[in-house]
């Protein structure tokens, strides 16, 4: 099946610092990938989505200047937090779809704590 | 988008029980449905999906319900074990484009 792979699994990074998260799809071409958020006890907020070569289209309210996505290749993109603050700590997950499977993958998760 | 409380709503049942969770989505345009099970610091793991066609589907133990006229999804457990204990979420997404997932539910499975 369909398998993702995302890493780190969890960082700690002081404030200020920039902290880089990979999403990769192992076994299947992902024309799109997507970027949640999901604070403790939350469900899961929708960050952005990214279709391989072209710019990630951000959901209102978040800023794209602080969570830089790249969608450069077919099985791989990355989230960049620049200039982390502690508020910044979250539960990152990614997902990417293929045009020809009917269904998202999940990766495992990053946890983002920033001190 | 809607607003989610710090407390995710919670189903405690016995071992053995049929367990059955709830979800109002709210886009009546929408055609895919998913259920995806989510354990503490993992990703959501898929559980079983339906389409708009369709009002019910089985899968090895679970059952998904779709009722369109109220916008109401529902999930069936049968049998429910200890290692099914985690957060259930919803997801609904049209034209197989962004996933929407509803709030969640955790369920707690006593031996």
């Known amino acids: 099946g369909a398998v993702v792979s995302q890493h780190p699994s969890w960082v700690i990074c002081k404030s200020g610092t920039s902290v880089k998260i990979e999403c990769r799809s192992l076994d299947f071409q992902a024309t799109t990938m997507f970027w949640y958020r999901q604070f403790p006890k939350q469900s899961l907020m929708l960050m952005a989505t990214s279709n391989e070569g072209s710019k990630a289209t951000y959901e209102q309210g978040v800023e794209k200047d602080k969570f830089l996505i790249n969608h450069a290749s077919l099985t791989l993109s990355t989230l960049t937090v620049t200039s982390a603050h502690p508020e910044d700590s979250s539960f990152y997950i990614c997902?990417?779809?293929?045009?020809?499977?009917?269904?998202?993958?999940f990766g495992s998760g990053t946890r983002l704590t920033v001190v | 988008g809607e607003s989610v409380g710090l407390h995710l709503p919670t189903l405690s049942v016995q071992e053995g029980d049929n367990s059955i969770i709830n979800c109002a989505y709210s886009n009546s345009a929408s055609d895919y449905f998913i259920w995806y099970k989510q354990e503490s610091g993992k990703g959501p793991q898929f559980i079983i999906d339906?389409?708009?066609?369709?009002d019910k589907r089985q899968g090895q133990r679970v059952t998904v319900l779709l009722n369109k006229t109220v916008k109401h999804l529902s999930l069936q457990i049968a049998a429910t074990q200890p290692g099914d204990s985690a957060v259930y979420f919803c997801a609904e997404t049209s034209g197989y484009s962004t996933l929407t997932f509803g709030k969640g539910t955790m369920l707690l499975v006593s031996p």
């Open positions: 339906i389409r708009s066609n369709m």
């Open positions: 997902s990417a779809r293929a045009s020809d499977i009917y269904g998202y993958t």
